[in-house]
């Protein structure tokens, strides 16, 4: 590393009279960058040579919220990560680099996220719609009827969890008659045991055995629920009467994952837990079962295969290493994510959010009317049969827990 910016500091000098001058515009700073990428078109000149040129200029968008430089992207050529962070270091000011329809958008903010935003000022929306988070351009939301599946990857202390929590109040304040959350919480039950008694909280797991024990019992009810849906011919909940939707949230992921020192039969339990897991991201999102897969350092062991396929919405907080951001979100960056609640955010599209600081008092405020010492739909024991949601006939019941 020292080596490599030794040599990056000795070029600067060497060429610093060429470098792209803080008073030069945006548009001749671009050209600059074009140039030295290779994103140039070709043009034969009077004589019949073929000859560089910068794309072709298309002009400025001038709003509120930003400035946008707008190119045509010459033929044969695509957006590059080596363009996109070669513009985005280039200036003193928040820039996002997108391509849509062959067009290439270059836009320019007068100031940058803040570093922390109150749950509080979060927009409220109806549907299965959680917050993200605040990007440059306004609020992101993920649209659980759209996308069923989620991973979220982070190092310890930079989101993750408060994300996590950040759903959970969200979808019980705005869906509380018809959400059911199926947690797995590896931390010991620390983060979500105190909200077990929400009637919306079907089962947290804590442990190995009690994670094992909550997937088979989820696998079973999609079972019988898929024998409902073919009887009824449903092929997708999002088109039938049903409301209720089933959250599966795991948080800490990687404590599933044995390693060489695993105890053989402890290693047996974790493999049926990563089994169940990548059979629950295969075949449920149409059931209105929704996954919310959660790792600290994402690896080919930690992040199983059919999950990560299954899931395509996919959330990085602050990762190690750009290994580990490449496994989360299939690109490099989530290794330079500045701060905590800093995260980017992947689907078709790619955005970068500050997601919204949810502090424990004011969730155990919020979620207090929530929590009760009887169930009123999911019972302690097996399920209760009662109908939860759509028109009679067209329910299912609630599933409980040995």
Excluded at 83 to 94: C, N, R, T
Excluded at 224 to 249: A, E, H, L, S
Excluded at 260 to 277: A, F
Aim: glycine letters at 8%.
């Amino acid at each position: 590393m020292f080596l490599e910016i030794a040599y990056v500091a000795a070029g600067s000098l060497a060429v610093s009279p060429f470098l792209p001058d803080k008073k030069m515009s945006h548009k001749k700073k671009l050209n600059i960058i074009f140039r030295r990428t290779g994103f140039m078109r070709e043009l034969r000149d009077l004589y019949g040579n073929l000859k560089p040129k910068p794309p072709r200029f298309n002009g400025v968008n001038k709003t509120d919220r930003y400035t946008d430089y707008i190119y045509s992207i010459p033929l044969g050529l695509t957006l590059s990560e080596n363009l996109d962070k070669s513009i985005i270091e280039a200036f003193d000011q928040p820039v996002k680099v997108t391509s849509v329809g062959g067009r290439l958008h270059i836009r320019f903010y007068p100031e940058d996220l803040p570093e922390k935003i109150p749950y509080v000022e979060v927009p409220k929306k109806s549907g299965w719609r959680i917050p993200v988070g605040a990007s440059l351009d306004g609020w992101i939301y993920h649209n659980f009827e759209k996308i069923p599946h989620m991973t979220v990857a982070g190092t310890t202390r930079f989101g993750k969890t408060v994300f996590l929590k950040t759903t959970l109040t969200y979808l019980t304040e705005n869906q509380s008659e018809d959400v059911r959350f199926h947690i797995i919480d590896m931390k010991g039950g620390l983060e979500f045991g105190p909200y077990e008694k929400m009637k919306q909280v079907v089962k947290v797991g804590s442990d190995v055995g009690e994670a094992a024990e909550l997937l088979e019992n989820i696998k079973k009810d999609i079972e019988r629920k898929m024998r409902y849906f073919k009887r009824k011919g449903y092929n997708n909940i999002v088109n039938t009467p049903i409301k209720t939707r089933n959250f599966i949230i795991v948080d800490e992921a990687a404590q599933l994952t044995p390693d060489k020192h695993t105890d053989p039969e402890v290693k047996k339990i974790m493999g049926k837990c990563q089994s169940n897991l990548s059979e629950i991201a295969r075949v449920s999102g149409a059931l209105g079962y929704r996954l919310i897969f959660c790792t600290q350092y994402p690896t080919g062991d930690t992040l199983p295969r059919q999950v990560k396929q299954n899931a395509d919405g996919k959330i990085s907080f602050r990762l190690p290493t750009g290994t580990a951001s490449r496994v989360a979100i299939d690109e490099n960056g989530a290794e330079y994510l500045p701060n905590p609640g800093r995260a980017i955010y992947r689907t078709h599209e790619r955005d970068i959010v500050q997601v919204p600081m949810l502090e424990d008092d004011e969730m155990k405020r919020r979620l207090k009317p929530f929590i009760t010492e009887e169930k009123a739909v999911v019972e302690s024991g097996r399920s209760s049969n009662k109908n939860v949601s759509g028109a009679e006939g067209d329910n299912i019941m609630e599933f409980g827990y040995d």
